[in-house]
């Protein structure tokens, strides 16, 4: 089974505070993906990545940053942390890019609070 | 643009069957997905269609047509676990996934 953990499920963070959510799988896959989820919204793309030192932007890049050092740890960065970056943070990771290879797995989750 | 339609929620019974509908429209298309999620849990993969027809799996039967830009998740003998959101999401071209909003299945006794 694909393994997909997260650094923590519950965070509360400062506004202005880094911070930084770690994600890392156990399959030797290739792509890894942040997303962010809202009520009411679909899972929106953050970053991801199709290899190591490797990244995209996604839909709304802005505000974060990533970092992939190695194949199976992809980290997101809030540089200055901010009311609006409240939410429900993902991350998943897939095989290949060709179909059904794309199939995501996800982690728990990383529920953010900024006060 | 790029867009997922699908209902927000829906509500049914014990044992019942449900059809979760879910229209597309993407730049170029590689397939189309459905996700389960519990509140508080991560998406966890349901299935996958690239293909025109229906594809089953136990319960849980998804449908694809791809000139109608349109997919349903059927399920049957619903169970009170099946309490969840079902995420729809379209590959495009690039192969990225385009995803809904969800649709919260409520299941009552």
């Known amino acids: 089974d694909v393994k997909v953990t997260q650094s923590s499920r519950y965070l509360v963070k400062r506004t202005g505070e880094k911070v930084f959510l770690e994600c890392v799988q156990d399959m030797d896959h290739e792509n890894m993906f942040w997303y962010r989820q809202d009520p009411g919204l679909g899972l929106r793309l953050i970053y991801f990545s199709y290899d190591v030192k490797m990244k995209e932007k996604g839909d709304i890049p802005e505000g974060y940053s990533v970092s992939r050092e190695k194949k199976e740890r992809f980290s997101l960065i809030l540089e200055s942390a901010s009311t609006n970056q409240t939410s429900m943070y993902l991350c998943?990771?897939?095989?290949?890019?060709?179909?059904?290879?794309?199939?995501?797995?996800f982690g728990p989750g990383t529920r953010l609070t900024v006060l | 643009g790029q867009n997922i339609d699908q209902p927000t929620e829906m509500t049914a019974t014990e044992g019942a069957i449900v059809q979760i509908n879910c229209t597309y429209q993407?730049?170029?298309?590689?397939?189309l997905f459905w996700y389960q999620q519990h509140a508080g849990e991560a998406p966890t993969f349901l299935s996958y269609?690239?293909l025109d027809g229906l594809e089953e799996k136990g319960r849980f039967s998804s449908f694809l047509s791809r000139s109608k830009g349109y997919s349903y998740l059927l399920l049957k003998e619903l169970q009170m676990k099946d309490s969840a959101s079902y995420l729809c999401a379209a590959m495009d071209s690039n192969y990225q996934l385009i995803w809904g909003a969800g649709t919260k299945l409520i299941i009552k006794p």
């Open positions: 998943a990771s897939s095989f290949a890019t060709s179909g059904y290879t794309d199939t995501q797995y």
């Open positions: 993407t730049s170029g298309f590689n397939g």
């Open positions: 269609n690239v």
